[in-house]
C-alpha cells in the first residue's frame, strides 16, 4: 500500500473517531496527532505529538509553551508552533468573553480559568486587574506590568488609575509565578494590604489578590489554595 494514502486514511478514520466519540473518544496524543494534521500535510505526526508529550510532561504544558520551545521539538515547525499558539488564544479569548457576559462575578474562583489561560504561563511575572461595578459585573480588565522571570514592578497609583478609569467599586488583582508555585511571599502579602488600604480611601474595594501558574491559584485573602 502506498504510504502516503495510508497516512491520509489514517487522519481520516482519526477525526472520523473524533467526530463520532468527541474528546474522550481520543487519548492525548491522538487530540494532538489531530491537530497537528492540519499544519503538517504529508507527514506522520503521531511522532511529533508523542514528542510533545515527553518533553513538557502532559498535555496542558504543551500548549503553556512560548514559540521558541515547541520549535525545539524534532519536526514541530513554525508552522505547527503557530497552531498551538493560536488555539491557545482562542481558549483564552472563549474564557474571557464568557467571562465579560456573567451576570455578577460572586467570587474570585469565578475567574480562576480565564487568568490562569491569560497569564498563568507567562515567563515572566506580570500583574493584572479586574475591575468590576457595583453589580459585582466585569467593566474592564488589563494586564498593567510585565516583568523579569520573578519580579514585576509595582506602583500602587498605577494599579488605582484603570479602577478609577472605569468607575469600578471594586478590583481583583492577579499576578503570575514564572517558578509554577503560587504561594504568597511576605512581600505579596505587604504590597496586598497597602493597595487595599490605599483603594479603601477612593471607596473601591480590593475583593482578592489571586497568584497563579498553568497548575495552582491561591488566595491571598483568605490563605489558601483555590
Sequence with gaps: MDRSNHQIGHRSRLREKF??????????????????????PRKDTKPIA??????????????????EKLRQVPGLGKESATL????????????EQRLENETII???????????MAIGANPRECLMI????????????EVLVEGTVDQAPVYPREILKP????????????????????LASEQDRHMTEKISNLASEFNIT??????????QAYSIKIKQFL
Design 19 to 40: 467526530l463520532k466519540g468527541g474528546r474522550v473518544a481520543l487519548a492525548d496524543y491522538e487530540m494532538l496527532e489531530m491537530l497537528l494534521t492540519y499544519s503538517i
Design 50 to 67: 508523542k514528542n510533545l508529550l515527553s518533553s513538557f510532561g502532559n498535555f496542558t504544558a504543551v500548549f503553556d509553551q512560548p514559540e
Design 84 to 95: 498551538l499558539l493560536a488555539i491557545r488564544a482562542c481558549l483564552t479569548r472563549y474564557l
Design 106 to 116: 460572586s467570587s474570585p474562583e469565578e475567574v480562576l480559568s480565564f487568568v490562569r
Design 130 to 141: 479586574l475591575c468590576l461595578n457595583a453589580a459585582n459585573r466585569l467593566v474592564h480588565h
Design 163 to 182: 479602577a478609577i478609569i472605569h468607575n469600578a467599586t471594586a478590583f481583583i488583582l492577579v499576578h503570575n509565578h514564572p517558578s509554577g508555585r503560587a
Design 206 to 215: 480590593l475583593h482578592d489578590h489571586l497568584i497563579v501558574s498553568p497548575m
